[in-house]
């Protein structure tokens, strides 16, 4: 059975920071792709980072590069997003995803994962 946990989230001020962690069980780490999406309030889930298999090639969307970072820890099986600057607009339930493929990561839509966190919240105050 696969299980995906996020943690780390919670409330910061602007331009404070957070570090997300993910940790999988139950599917070989490496031979996936992982993902971070993001949801908004009344608004549609969507990527925000995501990671080969390797870790060699990684994809953020615009809004964050610069300010977040995702890695990954074959031997600890975890997935994390490091948060630097946070903005209000950051402020979503985030989420971790995972999918078996061997390909390099690129923007994607939810429904292209397959296993899925029950996401952990970030708010950023102003």
């Known amino acids: 059975q696969v299980q995906v946990m996020e943690s780390g989230g919670g409330l910061v001020q602007a331009g404070g920071s957070l570090t997300l962690s993910c940790t999988v069980s139950g599917v070989t780490f490496e031979d996936n792709v992982m993902g971070w999406f993001r949801q908004a309030p009344g608004k549609e889930r969507k990527e925000v980072s995501c990671i080969n298999g390797r870790g060699r090639n990684t994809y953020y969307i615009n809004s964050v590069k610069g300010r977040f970072t995702i890695s990954r820890d074959t031997a600890k099986k975890t997935l994390y997003l490091q948060m630097k600057s946070l903005e209000p607009e950051d402020t979503a339930m985030y989420y971790c995803?995972?999918?078996?493929?061997?390909?390099?990561?690129?923007?994607?839509?939810?429904?292209?994962?397959?296993?899925w966190g029950p996401g952990t919240q970030v708010t950023v105050s102003s």
């Open positions: 995803a995972a999918v078996p493929k061997w390909a390099d990561c690129v923007l994607s839509a939810p429904f292209e994962f397959n296993y």
